[in-house]
């Protein structure tokens, strides 16, 4: 049973993003009315949320294992949205997001992973990484500012490095957020039109839209080449949000489960004390 | 002439310290009175130790290049006295020294390169490690709380990690200062009977003395498993305190030499400019 509905998401040895469905639903509702079978979706996810934060609970409790959960996507892929939906219901203690935007001064002057090995889990936490270490050999690659040479160096560089982490102790999850060059459109559209959404919208943004099929090449390589059982990727349909959140929510849920997790034992002392 | 000198002290590709002489006196002085070939050692390790400064400047000003240099030896095997000695010129802007304490609670709630990582050079920047990430396969493996498999996979690690480093535009130098069992028994000695060297003195190195073989063996692994053409090591008769500076200011000098540092280009304005 366990890692059952993680493995229908998982990327496969030869992947291509193009011809991967971004609609797909992959969670069928027996109600045939749209809006209810979103509703469902939704009344699914929260109860996973709930067990995901009731594990992560024990996780910090514990205080031995550690979880990195990676969101990779477009622009509008729903990387907060997912944070929201899956994360929401976290006790903040031992549980944070680190979103990386463009690199500043000081960590341009150090090594790409430099300012993301700062910010992997400790013992006891869950991290996610809203945007990550892919952004340096997508975007990067896309607008050519590396060269296929270190491109390649740098996809070394990152296997070696999730592998240190992971036999160091880190269990890692890696999402890719897939939505189509339409469903993009709309959404940022949307952050064009809605005032409540406008401070969303980047002009940079639509440069990236520009390369879209790059993009879905570079992804579809950088995937390919950093996908491992130490660190897997999943690919998640994400055209419909309650959709995307739910598959998250199962494979994230699953994950805890199979760690086995555990309070500490109590310690026998406690019986002991009498509290006046 | 580059890197003349430091050929003489590369690790051999086979190495065994116990064999390997930690009296013997590479440079040898013109003149036989043993004070003042001390002395003679004295004023040439300085006179590198000017230069190293100068190229300090220059990587400084030009902030491209970082230089990582990594002391490592038995305790009383004179890393301070290095520092002091050779780095002792330098310009505390964009160069310092790390030195690696036991870890604390923080450090070990994360993988063992974490707290090593977040030290290394920004480009401009001259570090030097006080011990290093390679306490972690030494200290760790002499005393049995680490296995034999868990060492080789952080042996990997760290080559792995260097090998990261130096592709992302670090240099790197290894340095181990090789004293011997005798020479550790005075100097440990002095730090006992002299009043102003009983701060340095630590009970714990005696159990490592215990182990003198054992880290003599672990050393001579470490060194030969993590031996490259990027980060190689250079092992340091160390039983004389003044051919050590000057062996490793010769190094140090014969690299930063081989780097070709120069200052970033003057700005063509600069000559418009009138001060007033």
């Known amino acids: 049973m366990i890692n059952h509905i993680a493995e229908k998401f998982r990327a496969p040895a030869h992947l291509q993003l193009k ?3 971004a609609s797909l639903r992959v969670f069928i509702s027996q109600n045939e009315n749209k809006a209810e079978a ?22 910090y409790g514990q205080k031995q294992h550690k979880l990195l959960i990676i969101l990779q ?6 990387k907060d949205g997912t944070i929201r939906g899956v994360f929401g219901q976290i006790n903040p203690l031992g549980a944070h997001t680190v979103a990386f935007a463009a690199p500043n001064t000081l960590e341009l002057a150090h090594d790409y992973l430099w300012r993301v090995h700062q910010k992997v889990p400790a013992k006891g936490e869950l991290v996610i990484f809203n945007r990550s270490h892919y952004e340096d050999v997508l975007i990067t690659q896309v607008r050519g500012w590396i060269d296929q040479a270190e491109c390649e160096r740098r996809l070394a560089h990152i296997r070696d490095f999730e592998r240190i982490l992971s036999e160091t102790g880190t269990v890692i999850l890696k999402f890719f957020l897939h939505i189509s060059k339409d469903e993009q459109k ?8 809605d005032p409540d959404k406008n401070w969303k919208f980047d002009p940079s943004d639509l440069i990236d839209r520009q ?7 570079a992804y579809s390589e950088v995937m390919m080449a950093t996908d491992s059982q130490h660190a897997p990727w999943y690919i998640i349909p994400a055209n419909s949000k309650t959709q995307r959140n739910l598959a998250i929510a199962h494979i994230v849920a699953e994950k805890l489960e199979s760690m086995k997790l555990a309070y500490p034992p109590a310690n026998p002392e406690l019986s002991k004390i009498k509290v006046l």
């Not at 996507?73 to 729903?78: C, E, F, I, L, Y």
């Open 19 to 21: 011809d991967s469905d």
């Open 38 to 59: 979103k509703a469902a979706d939704k009344l699914s996810t929260l109860a996973l949320a709930e067990k995901i934060s009731d594990y992560q609970n024990i996780l």
């Open 73 to 78: 996507g477009m622009d509008t892929s729903g």
């Open 186 to 193: 709309q959404r940022l559209e949307e952050r064009l039109s």
């Open 211 to 217: 390369h879209w099929d790059e993009f879905q090449t």
